[in-house]
């Protein structure tokens, strides 16, 4: 790892995890369990505000597009933590237990929409070998996700338990996809370049989509059938996304690192 303290961030937010697991896994009373649950998310997903921030930082001025490609991850891991921060705040202080198609959810879909952004600017700015397929690949996302929406609003409709937070939580899905496809359609071409701590940090952010993907549709699950509660294990899923993310901006703030020291005499 080196002495750049590169990996601090990681090493923080790992250390939380650790926490958080055995806190869930082991039953601990340290507390109220909507104050622990939600603190120890709430510290990791600000710990991946400020990592990607330190990326943000350290990319030199002259490169414009990538700062502001940058710019829109930066957003969108802050929507994410603030949709973790008003959960927070429902849950604890104004005793809310139906999160769902509020703020959060608000705040959330926005934190998507910057994300998509953010990948198809590092599409155009050169990361891919091609800069014409990314619109496919949107649709493509669209067609998938639409077809799995489609059939998941039927079924629920034909049931009668069509509800507007199942649309809300299968809309999480059709996110997600669009978004994995465009990473993949990123990191393909990075797999020739012999530039491994790029093509790692993506395969991380990468990773943290299908992450976040399985959590969605788990939790889609587990709101159907109101099992959901803070502190449940799924919770340690939505944290890994959030730790994917800080190992993808360590490596990046690595290399950043490596690449601004002088050459050895």
Known sequence: MG??????????????FIVQAIWILFDLNLGPEPI?????????????VIATFKVHKSIPKNFSKEKTALLFLLSAIILFFLGDLNCFIEEV???????IGGLSDILWFGAYMCAII?????????????????????????????????????????????????????????????????????VHPLMSMGQKSIFYSWISLGLSVITIAVYDFIFAGLSKSDSYYTGHPIDLVYSGFYLLIILACSIKISSLNKRGKPAPK
Do not use: H
């Open 3 to 16: 002495d750049d303290r590169s990996y601090n961030f990681l090493i923080f937010a790992v250390v939380v």
């Open 36 to 48: 622990i649950g939600n603190v120890l998310i709430c510290l990791i997903s600000f710990t991946a």
């Open 93 to 99: 202080f104004l005793n809310s237990t139906s999160l």
């Open 118 to 186: 953010s990948i198809i600017f590092f599409i155009l700015i050169g990361f891919s070998s091609s800069r014409k397929g990314f619109g496919a690949v949107i649709l493509l996302g669209l067609i998938f996700g639409g077809v799995l929406l489609y059939y998941s609003v039927y079924d629920s409709l034909i049931n009668g338990t069509l509800t507007f937070s199942l649309i809300v939580q299968e809309m999480y899905l059709v996110y997600d996809i669009i978004l994995l496809l465009l990473i993949i359609y990123l």
